[in-house]
């Protein structure tokens, strides 16, 4: 198995525009989570969907933050417009609640806002 | 609610050191406990797990038991190399939940040679 892809690895952007995160969860798994990682606050869990359904959005910071699952195999996280303090690295992991609740992590994804 | 608590970092060993790192929890019920280790430039990578009291989970040297008298979840190593530099993290699946693992803030380990 490929394991969760994240992509772009890398995203370089000015305040004020729009950055789209994405992600390709394990085939086969029912849940995917996105996570924020900054050294100030450490991992922090923004987001995550149950059989393509969002669960639990209270970690995300605010209204510029929006996450979609359109299908099983596909999630994306926006933020729009970015700012300074977004920047960080994102992931996305998955998991597969029969086999025992473990998170299989992505690459991650370095944005950085100028 | 649950909680994860993790001795502060950096721990700085010797090659060859013994390795502590503390963790303990709250939760009810029978929560699963994991810990997890990201590399330099990595996503987290689950290192080993425990599902109920007792048990030992134990993967590359690494080994640690789920004390549910003291809620806790230590992860030691008889002797740990330059390569196990690293960040490990602690985590607990609450009982019932949706899959969603409740982390430690971390703890960053550096050997050196």
């Known amino acids: 198995d490929a394991g969760v892809i994240q992509s772009p690895r890398h995203e370089v952007t000015e305040m004020g525009q729009e950055v789209t995160l994405r992600c390709k969860p394990i085939?086969?798994?029912?849940?995917l989570f996105w996570y924020r990682q900054t050294m100030m606050r450490g991992l922090e869990l923004l987001i995550y969907f149950n059989n393509n359904v969002p669960i639990d959005d209270s970690g995300m910071p605010e209204d510029r933050f929006s996450a979609k699952m359109p299908n099983a195999s596909f999630s994306t996280l926006k933020i729009q417009p970015s700012e300074p303090r977004d920047s960080a690295v994102y992931f996305c992991a998955s998991s597969f609640r029969a086999s025992g609740y473990e998170q299989y992590f992505g690459p991650g994804t370095r944005l950085t806002v100028t | 609610g649950n909680s994860v608590t993790q001795m502060e970092g950096p721990v700085t060993l010797s090659e060859e050191a013994f390795l502590t790192i503390n963790c303990t929890y709250t939760a009810t019920g029978y929560p699963s406990l994991f810990w997890y280790v990201q590399y330099p430039g990595e996503g987290l990578q689950l290192l080993l797990k425990?599902?109920?009291?007792?048990d030992k989970g134990s993967n590359k040297g690494f080994e640690a038991t789920y004390r549910k008298e003291t809620t806790s979840f230590h992860l030691e190593k008889g002797s740990v190399q330059v390569s196990d530099s690293a960040v490990y993290f602690c985590?607990?699946?609450?009982?019932?939940?949706?899959?969603?693992?409740?982390f430690g803030a971390g703890t960053r380990l550096a050997v050196h040679p």
């Open positions: 425990a599902t109920k009291a007792d």
């Open positions: 985590a607990l699946a609450p009982s019932g939940g949706y899959n969603k693992l409740i």
């Open positions: 085939s086969g798994h029912n849940s």
